[in-house]
């Protein structure tokens, strides 16, 4: 080294001295006396020599070298360092940064409100205006100034003669940088939204609100007479906005500080990054725009910046973010800072991932492991172990993998990510093995992967890779050039395909485990159809509401099976099944509360038939149909009534919408036994002798007890059966039987794996259990019939009086007999159970109302 100088280098910024402005820096200059004019320039940042590229030129004269960034970014700050080289024996003269180079952040100003409807009332209302670091801003109308946060009480006084009023807020150092208030008037009594989060807005206006804190962009609702639609949300955070304006300018020099900003930024807010679809769509942007800075300028990705770019996808790929991940895959709605298609989002992050793995330069180490994605790279030899427990294995013939570097990215959960849509659009499969992306450094025409299947009780695998030119560039699974070649017992599939791509196996949900769960429940349900179409003869509102809950099953199970699922026909399937299913329960809840009424008040006055009936009805269907609205009010607006292409059903991963059927259904069997020991207690308690009208009133009793103390058991047996299975297992039976087997294996396998746990008293492919419980839930209406109905001493007799021949019926035609024996069954029917009403006709007519 010949020498150092003492000075430092000469620092000069073009601009305000904002990221992205232009930065100048000089060296020079060297002792001519032992230099000359024979030497070069070499610049470097915190020891990384910097390369000319399309932001940063390097020049020099005589005397000087000078360094020009043309936009400098948070990733170019660091120590700068100039060594002029001589060329004749390369001894050096350098010269150093006084320090770090850094820029300022531009002044992101936020003011609270953005616009505000007032009425003009004389009322103070309270403005403020926050700006980032220690920037001074003030109030330019009313000369209010201060550092960092100010606050303003505007008065309302003056504000009748116009319609509108404006306060800007902006940087006194800066003035370009400033953000308006708006506010509105409004006199009278217009029409008006309001709510806790927009406020309130006059009907046909757009209300406002500002972001976040850390956030940037805004959040607006168009006011429609009352209620608040077109809902847009810009926000995310304020540093992933900046990353993504900057990864727009990236070149070799910047890119590997770039991504270690990027991890930690994405790693560092990973819940607020993955809660938010905007958040991960800008950060699959950023990874979008670092995939083309790579193929743009052909930049070789070292080891620790292809670990950064993983370590930030594999957080966009976690459990958390399932539900964003779902409304981006789904909501056609416009995003801002999306890509050009909102739906592609997925694709988008894939492709990324296989360009920028292209450029991977070679690295002494076989592999890089983050806790969500794991990359191996090696030189073809013996089978590639994709890792993750083993679960997918590559094998490639000898003759085509050897001496070629193979590339294989595993990932843990790119299932949230990917939809399981094919090329058909529909996406009635799922994903049923590890995604894995693999890459050659040479041509191969056959390839070999062999997959554990991650949830065994899913049928029918097929190979598949992704297409990112199927659906109009939309992409999705396709299974050209890929075979399944063996399915094995222990749970792998074995797939050949004569391409290398993204990997991975869609399995169908909708395949039953055993054919006889399909025989149980149709053959179960007709005959329950059969039987309450009895019932409908003798009884009335259970049966009713429980043969109405059957039809309705058998559409919604039709649905399910079809290949393309009508949403809106599925949506009002699982309305009427939840109404329906809820009024049995709540009819037997009408009867027992009866019960209990008429036995702690057998001697008083006590409420009239008509407020008995009253009481009942809305009991037995006025509760049932306000859950199900509410339910299906609260669910449906985001798509989460339903369970999604699977069955016609409440959902429960989204919304828990099936608790509206579970809470109340088991509640009752509960609260109903309760009120049978109660009852039976005070029955037997009771002295023997008694008079008529007592012994009647008794008779009644007895008769309601009956009928539920052998159908509350039956149903809680039924439905218990259900819980067993596990909460969501037991009601997917209402649609169809089969898959609630294959749904609560699939929810078991995504439990164990996040570490929550499966939450079942019974392992959900116990054969025994499933054809428990669909026996008994589709043979509830023959239950009712036997159970409810047969097995009354009265209707048998006024069965047997009709099964008797006419002694008086001679001179009657075939048809008048017909007719006159079907009359006189009903008359004696209702004679026989008109003996019960000696004491209590408003208890009878309940009773035989609720059918218990």
């Not at 820096?25 to 590229?53: K, M, Q, S, Y």
């Not at 019974?762 to 209406?781: E, M, T, Y």
Request: proline share 3%; aromatic share 8%; net charge neutral.
């Amino acid at each position: 080294m010949i020498s150092d100088e003492p000075r430092f280098l000469d620092f000069k910024i073009e601009g305000s001295g904002f990221w992205e402005d232009k930065v100048i820096v000089t060296c020079g200059h060297p002792p001519l006396d032992l230099f000359g004019t024979d030497w070069r320039a070499e610049w470097r940042r915190d020891g990384n020599v910097i390369v000319a590229d399309g932001v940063h030129t390097i020049s020099k004269n005589n005397s000087h070298s000078v360094l020009s960034v043309s936009q400098f970014i948070r990733a170019d700050s660091g120590n700068y360092e100039c060594r002029l080289i001589r060329e004749k024996d390369e001894s050096f003269y350098r010269q150093r940064s006084n320090g770090a180079f850094t820029l300022k952040e531009k002044p992101l100003i936020r003011v609270d409100p953005i616009q505000k409807f007032l009425n003009c009332s004389g009322q103070n209302v309270p403005l403020s205006c926050t700006v980032n670091n220690d920037y001074n801003i003030n109030f330019t109308n009313v000369n209010i100034s201060g550092k960092k946060s100010i606050t303003y009480q505007y008065k309302t006084d003056s504000c009748t003669d116009k319609e509108q009023d404006t306060i800007t807020c902006q940087s006194t150092t800066y003035p370009e940088f400033k953000e308006t208030i708006t506010l509105r008037f409004y006199k009278g009594n217009p029409q008006m939204c309001d709510d806790k989060e927009f406020g309130k807005a006059v009907s046909g206006s757009r209300a406002r609100i500002p972001c976040a804190n850390n956030e940037v962009g805004e959040k607006s609702a168009l006011c429609n007479i009352t209620t608040y639609t077109e809902i847009r949300d810009t926000c995310i955070l304020q540093l992933i906005k900046e990353l993504l304006d900057q990864s727009e300018v990236l070149t070799a020099t910047t890119l590997p500080a770039f991504l270690q900003q990027l991890s930690n930024v994405t790693n560092g807010n990973s819940e607020q990054v993955v809660n938010s679809p905007k958040n991960i769509d800008a950060v699959v942007q950023i990874l979008r725009n670092v995939a083309n800075r790579i193929e743009l300028f052909n930049i070789s990705i070292n080891e620790n910046s292809m670990k950064d770019i993983l370590i930030t996808a594999g957080v966009l790929t976690t459990d958390q973010a399932r539900d964003s991940w779902n409304f981006l895959n789904k909501n056609n709605e416009s995003i801002s800072y999306s890509i050009s298609n909102p739906d592609g989002v997925s694709s988008s992050l894939l492709q990324s991932l296989e360009i920028i793995t292209k450029h991977l330069a070679s690295f002494n180490n076989s592999g890089i492991d983050t806790p969500f994605i794991i990359l191996n790279r090696t030189i073809y030899t013996n089978p590639i172990i994709g890792d993750f427990n083993s679960s997918v294995v590559i094998e490639i013939p000898q003759n085509e993998g050897k001496n070629k570097s193979i590339t294989v990215i595993t990932f843990a959960s790119l299932n949230n990510v990917l939809p399981a849509r094919e090329i058909d659009n529909s996406s009635i499969k799922v994903i049923g093995g590890r995604v894995v992306l693999v890459q050659s450094s040479g041509q191969i025409n056959n390839i070999s992967l062999t997959f554990d299947i991650l949830n065994d009780t899913l049928r029918d695998p097929k190979c598949v890779f992704w297409n990112f030119n199927l659906l109009n560039g939309l992409g999705g699974w396709d299974d050209e050039g890929c075979e399944v070649v063996n399915t094995n017992e222990t749970g792998t599939v074995t797939c050949n395909c004569n391409h290398l791509t993204s990997f991975s196996i869609l399995m169908s949900p909708n395949s039953p485990i055993s054919p006889i769960l399909d025989y149980i429940t149709y053959i179960g349900v007709g005959i329950s159809m059969g039987s309450l179409v009895i019932c409908l003869i003798i009884e009335v509102n259970i049966a009713v509401s429980l043969l109405i809950a059957d039809i309705w099953f058998i559409i919604g199970a039709a649905i399910s099976d079809a290949n393309h699922k009508n949403h809106s026909a599925c949506t009002a399937t699982t309305f009427f099944i939840h109404l329906f299913y809820l009024a049995l329960f709540f009819w037997m809840f009408a009867s027992a509360l009866l019960l209990l009424y008429r036995t702690t008040n057998v001697f008083g006055g006590g409420l009239s038939k008509a407020s008995m009936l009253a009481i009942g009805f809305s009991l037995g269907y006025g509760a049932p149909l306000i859950i199900a609205t509410v339910t299906i009010a609260a669910t449906a607006p985001d798509n989460k009534y339903i369970r999604e292409n699977v069955i016609c059903w409440l959902n429960w991963d989204e919304s828990k919408a099936l608790l509206a059927f579970v809470i109340p259904a088991l509640s009752i069997v509960l609260i109903n036994l309760i009120i049978l020991v109660v009852v039976l207690y005070k029955i037997i308690r009771r002295r023997v002798g008694t008079t008529a009208a007592q012994a009647g009133e008794k008779s009644v009793l007895l008769v309601i007890v009956k009928s539920l103390a052998v159908l509350t058991p039956f149903f809680g047996i039924t439905w218990g059966l259900g819980v067993l299975r596990g909460m969501e297992s037991m009601v997917v039976w209402v649609s169809r039987p089969e898959r609630s087997v294959q749904s609560w294996a699939a929810q078991d396998a995504e439990r164990s794996e996040d570490g929550r746990g499966a939450g079942l008293l019974v392992h959900p492919r116990d054969i025994g259990i499933n054809i428990a419980f669909a026996l008994f839930n589709s043979l509830q209406g023959f239950f009712i019939l036997v159970f409810g109905t047969l097995l009354d001493g009265k209707v048998r007799s006024a069965i047997s009086s009709y099964a008797r021949p006419s002694r008086s019926g001679t001179g009657s035609t075939s048809a008048g007999n017909s007719s006159s024996s079907g009359l006189r069954f009903l008359r004696n029917w209702r004679r026989g159970r008109d003996g019960y009403n000696m004491t209590s006709s408003a208890s009878s007519d309940l009773h035989s109302a609720s059918n218990t």
